[in-house]
């Protein structure tokens, strides 16, 4: 059975940083696309970042280039999201989602996803 389990969550000072994780189980995460996705009350989910099933590809929704990081630990079967200098709106759950597209493609959009996590909770705060 395939599972994606999210964790690395929970309550940080604007400025500070979290490392998410993505625990895949039942197959190598490494023949996916990854995707993470977030969502806050009252709004739609949206897409966060991607990274393709070799890795070699990236993509970043806009508000979060240069201050989030998505990685891949194939040893571990996970793919890591790090997060630097969070901001009060970046509070959300967060979900890992797997899909295949092949070795280089990847894409945050949530649609075409078919594995999800239960999702992380994230928030910044004072």
């Known amino acids: 059975q395939l599972q994606l389990v999210e964790s690395g969550g929970g309550l940080v000072q604007p400025g500070g940083s979290l490392r998410l994780s993505c625990a895949a189980s039942?197959?190598?995460?490494?023949?996916?696309?990854i995707g993470w996705f977030r969502q806050a009350p009252g709004k739609e989910r949206e897409g966060v970042s991607c990274?393709?099933?070799?890795?070699?590809?990236?993509n970043y929704q806009d508000s979060v280039k240069g201050r989030f990081t998505i990685s891949r630990d194939n040893a571990n079967n996970t793919v890591l999201l790090e997060m630097n200098s969070l901001k009060p709106e970046d509070t959300s759950v967060y979900y890992c989602?797997?899909?295949?597209?092949?070795?280089?493609?990847?894409?945050?959009?949530?649609?075409?996803?078919?594995?999800w996590g239960q999702g992380t909770q994230v928030t910044v705060s004072s």
């Open positions: 990274i393709s099933s070799n890795g070699g590809r990236t």
């Open positions: 989602a797997a899909v295949y597209m092949g070795p280089v493609h990847c894409a945050t959009v949530a649609d075409v996803y078919k594995y």
């Open positions: 039942g197959f190598p995460v490494n023949y996916y696309t």
